[in-house]
């Protein structure tokens, strides 16, 4: 990377050691692009061969490969060290314990230098086990997280300060659901013409906590008043296999479909009557974000943060995870008052458009970073 030191253009890095890439990746790489825009210079430390360093590339943003092997990998430290020292950055958004550890350590190597300290974020999208006071008060200028319900997950610590932990929720880039006008892979196609009928929608990678078997099993409940309704999945994930088995064992092959993952969601959604979002956990979720933008009735766990973004029998519905009657009974509910259930879609277009937006999320960025 050649970058020019450019004062009334800070920079800002944003550092990722995983080489996986999901929803925390993309939503970096979609705030790097609107930090851009509004007059900054982003810069993405990352490994080699990562998936978001090939994302990141294809977008036209400033890339630098850092090996990230471990917390205490010398040569990442003084890599980063010399990094600060060129380019001064305002800030780094450290999204994975590695790079965050690393930038913890360069920025207090480069201080040695008289280098001013940049401000440093951690961004946390999930906690497990009781979190330690000392890196969350000490270490980062703020610990940034999706909701308030993982915000909380934090605060249980009462040594934390709260203060020090705070919501930023995502940027959903609504044009672009707006403007998609792709196609559907032609499998999916043509299991939806072969199999007229409602549609139930399913964004979500292949795993247990995301809930796919409690629609399964309802829907050996709703077939009996819907006996063609159809549920497509989208996503994959190592519970793919146990999926199929499942679905051939419950006889419903005529109903369900493992679609794979869509390069666009909303391809599927434009299509659907329903979208579910039945997971056992979930930190906040985007599938019934984008849903809900698209006006597409929801239902939802009402679990962990997802309750954030859907207001109960306003824009949506929210039930309790895992509890197959209840999630029939939602089901049929929508399927059978689609008039009512599309009020709610509407209103929670509104309601996620200014909560989600990415220009919200935007400023709320810029005003962390100064």
């Known amino acids: 990377?050649?970058?020019?030191?450019?004062?009334?253009?800070?920079?800002?890095?944003?550092?990722?050691?995983?080489?996986?890439?999901?929803?925390?990746?993309?939503?970096?790489?979609?705030?790097?692009?609107?930090?851009?825009?509004?007059?900054?210079?982003?810069?993405?430390?990352?490994?080699?061969?990562?998936?978001?360093?090939?994302?990141?590339?294809?977008r036209g943003l400033q890339v630098e490969m850092v090996g990230f092997r471990n917390a205490l990998d010398l040569k990442s430290i003084y890599q980063l060290i010399k990094l600060i020292q060129q380019l001064r950055p305002i800030a780094l958004m450290c999204h994975g314990s590695r790079d965050a550890l690393v930038s913890v350590i360069a920025i207090r190597c480069a201080a040695l230098f008289g280098i001013r300290l940049p401000k440093l974020f951690r961004i946390k999208t999930?906690?497990?086990?009781?979190?330690?006071?000392?890196?969350?008060?000490?270490?980062?200028?703020?610990?940034?997280?999706?909701?308030?319900h993982l915000r909380q997950k934090f605060l249980v610590n009462t040594w934390i300060n709260p203060f020090k932990v705070e919501v930023l929720y995502p940027g959903v880039n609504f044009a672009k659901l707006d403007s998609d006008s792709g196609a559907l892979p032609s499998p999916v196609i043509h299991w939806l013409d072969v199999h007229p009928g409602p549609i139930i929608a399913h964004g979500a990678v292949l795993r247990g906590e995301k809930g796919h078997q409690t629609i399964l099993q309802a829907l050996l409940i709703v077939r009996n008043q819907f006996p063609n309704i159809r549920y497509v999945i989208a996503g994959d994930g190592h519970d793919r296999s146990l999926l199929e088995q499942q679905i051939h064992d419950l006889g419903l092959v005529?109903?369900?479909?493992?679609?794979?993952?869509?390069?666009?969601?909303?391809?599927?959604?434009?299509?659907?009557?329903?979208?579910?979002?039945?997971?056992?956990?979930?930190?906040?979720?985007?599938?019934?974000?984008?849903?809900?933008?698209?006006?597409?009735?929801?239902?939802?766990?009402?679990?962990?943060?997802?309750?954030?973004?859907?207001?109960?029998?306003?824009?949506?519905?929210?039930?309790?995870?895992?509890?197959?009657?209840?999630?029939?009974?939602?089901?049929?509910?929508?399927?059978?008052?689609?008039?009512?259930?599309?009020?709610?879609?509407?209103?929670?277009?509104?309601?996620?458009?200014?909560?989600f937006s990415i220009e919200k999320n935007t400023q709320a960025l810029l005003k962390l970073v100064h």
């Not at 020019?4 to 999901?22: A, D, W």
């Not at 239902?299 to 309750?307: E, K, L, M, T, W």
């Open 1 to 58: 990377m050649e970058a020019r030191l450019n004062q009334s253009e800070p920079y800002i890095f944003f550092t990722e050691s995983s080489i996986n890439l999901g929803g925390q990746e993309l939503q970096a790489l979609q705030q790097m692009n609107a930090l851009d825009e509004h007059g900054y210079q982003t810069v993405l430390l990352c490994r080699d061969g990562s998936a978001i360093a090939t994302q990141a590339q294809a």
């Open 254 to 355: 005529e109903n369900v479909f493992l679609a794979g993952h869509l390069s666009s969601i909303s391809t599927l959604l434009k299509r659907s009557d329903l979208a579910v979002l039945p997971s056992l956990r979930e930190p906040l979720g985007m599938f019934q974000i984008e849903a809900q933008y698209l006006e597409v009735p929801v239902i939802a766990s009402d679990v962990d943060g997802i309750p954030e973004t859907i207001l109960h029998q306003k824009t949506g519905l929210l039930v309790k995870p895992g509890a197959i009657d209840e999630w029939a009974s939602a089901i049929l509910w929508v399927l059978n008052n689609p008039a009512l259930a599309k009020q709610f879609a509407v209103a929670g277009k509104h309601y996620v458009a200014e909560k």
């Open 126 to 148: 999930f906690q497990q086990g009781r979190p330690l006071s000392f890196a969350y008060n000490y270490l980062f200028t703020k610990t940034l997280t999706p909701s308030e």
